[in-house]
């Protein structure tokens, strides 16, 4: 008795080779497809289409809102000028943190264990310290020091600048601004370099090229794909963090929007005109994004 079951056998049933008879399986029922049914899928889309339309409704027809005082504020000569100073702080902050963050970074990536420990200590640091503390410090920072010299260290000084006319309001906060970007810049940065296998710095060793064509002809464009979708998420979040140099009475979009509302007691839309524009400029800044890394993207297995 056989154990096993042999498929049905193709073989020819006759030996005449003038005559071909096979044994074919029966026909197959003809099957219906019935697709798989999500009816909890389907609850959830329904619920969540419903509260989405109760929350555009209240949108337009909460007088809370207030939207005519919105539209009266948006383009005000007020609320563009403190854009701008928005802007600024934030594309001051992020050109010089990300170049002394390119700097700590090769530093944590150094053979030499002083500029290691020293970029480990800079990052450790201004990483610890809130963001609020570094501007007051900074803003302060003639309480500590009356002048600043140029010289030989410990020793005689060349030119000097009076603290209190060289760092005021502005430069204090993008110094502040600039240094705390920077400590996450550098690791943003070296996790960029350390993604990109070594095997590429070697060949390129081995074909003679120096070290800083390879860092900016082969080790930067590849480190780019890893670099840039965190970089991005750092300079949005500076542009939205900038909001906390109010304290200081810098003019800048949130604290021109306080200072209107506290004329006016217009709360809910001066904040909803502060919401709206860094909606805008943070779209705008992703789109940016978006091109950037296709750019670098190219030749990239996706």
Do not use: C
């Not at 099957?31 to 339309?53: E, G, I, Q, S």
């Not at 204090?172 to 070296?190: K, N, P, S, T």
């Amino acid at each position: 008795m056989a154990l096993t079951s042999d498929p049905p056998s193709t073989a020819p049933l006759t030996k005449d080779p003038a005559v071909t008879v096979t044994a074919t399986p029966p026909a197959l029922t003809e099957l219906v497809v019935v697709p798989v049914r999500h009816p909890w899928r389907w609850v959830a889309v329904a619920a969540t289409a419903v509260l989405l339309v109760q929350f555009a409704h209240g949108l337009v027809t909460n007088p809370g809102w207030e939207w005519d005082v919105f539209v009266a504020f948006f383009t005000t000569e007020t609320i563009l000028q403190a854009v701008w100073v928005t802007l600024q702080l934030t594309f001051y902050g992020t050109a010089l943190g990300f170049a002394v963050g390119i700097v700590l970074a090769f530093m944590r990536l150094s053979a030499n264990p002083f500029l290691r420990s020293v970029a480990f200590g800079y990052i450790w640091a201004f990483r610890s310290i809130p963001l609020i503390v570094q501007l007051l410090f900074w803003f302060n920072l003639a309480y500590l020091y009356k002048e600043l010299s140029i010289g030989i260290p410990f020793g005689p000084s060349f030119l000097s600048f009076d603290t209190m006319g060289l760092v005021g309001e502005m430069s204090a906060a993008v110094l502040g601004l600039a240094l705390h970007q920077a400590a996450y810049a550098a690791e943003i940065v070296r996790g960029g370099v350390l993604a990109v296998d070594e095997g590429q710095s070697e060949a390129a060793a081995s074909l003679g090229i120096p070290k800083l064509r390879q860092l900016r002809r082969i080790v930067l464009p590849q480190a780019m794909r890893s670099i840039l979708p965190n970089a991005a998420n750092e300079i949005i979040s500076l542009f939205k963090g900038t909001s906390i140099v109010s304290v200081m009475a810098i003019g800048e979009l949130f604290y021109q929007v306080q200072v209107v509302y506290g004329r006016n007691g217009r709360v809910v839309p001066l904040l909803m005109v502060a919401t709206a524009w860094y909606v805008l400029l943070t779209t705008a800044l992703s789109v940016v994004q978006h091109y950037v890394e296709r750019h670098y993207a190219k030749g990239s297995a996706r």
